[in-house]
């Protein structure tokens, strides 16, 4: 499976963006999908997370509330919507896919997509 996290971009505080996750490969449905950001000079911290049914959905306590995540089998694509983003959201925002269940352990996922940059102004 090969990912690819698209959507990033400058965006003022209070507002939102849609981050997609495109994945080739015929057997994405049956992997979970993680969401990840990195903020410079801090660690990779886990976002948000979805069962490979779509169901389950886990959130980083940072994020409750605002993030949603869903994905599109047919389109083999999964989505983060932001909502009222906060300045404290810059980061490179990352996709991963794993074939087991919930973790927000990074480096408990199998393939990793390359990042896209959301920044957020205040």
């Known amino acids: 499976v090969q990912l690819q996290a698209s959507g990033g971009g400058l965006v003022q505080a209070g507002g939102s963006l849609s981050l997609s996750c495109a994945a080739s490969?015929?057997?994405?449905?049956?992997?979970?999908l993680g969401w990840f950001r990195q903020a410079p000079r801090k660690e990779r911290e886990f976002v948000g997370y979805?069962?490979?049914?779509?169901?389950?959905?886990y959130y980083a306590d940072s994020v409750k509330g605002r993030f949603t995540i869903s994905r599109d089998k047919a389109k083999n694509t999964a989505y983060l919507q932001m909502n009222s983003l906060k300045p404290e959201d810059t980061a490179v925002y990352y996709c991963?896919?794993?074939?087991?269940?919930?973790?927000?352990?990074?480096?408990?996922?199998?393939?990793y997509g390359q990042g896209t940059q959301v920044t957020v102004s205040s």
């Open positions: 991963a896919a794993r074939s087991g269940g919930y973790t927000s352990n990074w480096l408990m996922y199998d393939y």
């Open positions: 490969g015929r057997t994405f449905s049956i992997y979970s």
């Open positions: 979805i069962s490979w049914s779509g169901s389950s959905p």
